[in-house]
């Protein structure tokens, strides 16, 4: 069964920094291209970054371009976001995604800036 | 960016009746590789968006066929030929086809 488990998420002040985890299984995670979208409170849902199946190829939305870093470790079937410069905008579920359009998605982990 | 367009945005339906969700895109989603990367989602409440729809008319597996896509360039539609409770939520459609991919802005169907 294919299963996506984020975790890391939490509450973080203004301008700290948060790393999210996707723990991936039931699948060949290393073929896959991943990514992670979020979801604001009471909104629709934001595509924020994606990743080929390499880690060679990353795009980024506009909104966190330069704050945040997609990675991979195919070894270890984990996908990363590494959220710097964190602001209040950023506060939404966070979820990772499977494919090219999101076949598979987990269950969210919640982020939460505020101070 | 894409603009996704979505109407109606609230859609009351009848258990047992059709009903059916129309969305635009600001542009073609028609990619250089030939595909049309038009996806419909359904959010539950409190669930996880799970897509039913891929390249227009695909239905995901597991995705009961009362569930159709259609639709080329620029319009696209999906339909429910007989709600059932089960469908209650929102549903979203989503181009894959210009980075940044983007959604529309959702349309809650529930039930009468």
């Known amino acids: 069964e294919v299963q996506l488990v984020e975790s890391g998420g939490g509450l973080v002040q203004p301008g700290g920094s948060l790393r999210l985890s996707c723990a991936a299984s039931?699948?060949?995670?290393?073929?896959?291209?991943m990514h992670w979208v979020r979801q604001a409170p009471g909104k629709g849902p934001v595509w924020v970054s994606r990743?080929?199946?390499?880690?060679?190829?990353?795009t980024y939305a506009d909104s966190v371009k330069g704050r945040f870093t997609v990675s991979r470790d195919n070894a270890k079937n984990t996908l990363y976001l590494q959220m710097n410069s964190l602001r209040a905008g950023d506060t939404a579920v966070y979820f990772c995604?499977?494919?090219?359009?999101?076949?598979?998605w987990g269950q969210g982990t919640l982020v939460t800036v505020s101070s | 960016d894409v603009v996704m367009t979505q109407s109606p945005l609230s859609l009351p339906v009848t258990l047992g009746q059709p009903a059916s969700i129309s969305c635009k895109s600001s542009?073609?989603?028609?990619?250089?590789?030939?595909?049309?990367?038009l996806n419909w989602f359904q959010q539950r409440p409190g669930q996880s968006p799970r897509r039913l729809i891929y390249?227009?008319?695909n239905r995901d597996s597991g995705v009961p066929d009362r569930f159709s896509g259609s639709g080329s360039g620029t319009d696209f539609t999906l339909k429910i030929s007989r709600v059932e409770a089960e469908d209650v939520g929102v549903y979203y459609c989503?181009?894959?086809?210009?980075?940044?991919?983007?959604f529309g802005p959702g349309t809650k169907v529930d039930i009468k």
């Open positions: 995604a499977r494919g090219g359009t999101g076949d598979r």
């Open positions: 390249k227009v008319s």
């Open positions: 990743i080929n199946s390499d880690g060679n190829l990353i």
């Open positions: 039931g699948f060949a995670f290393s073929a896959y291209w």
């Open positions: 542009q073609s989603l028609v990619h250089s590789d030939g595909n049309t990367y």
């Open positions: 989503m181009q894959g086809t210009h980075w940044p991919f983007t």
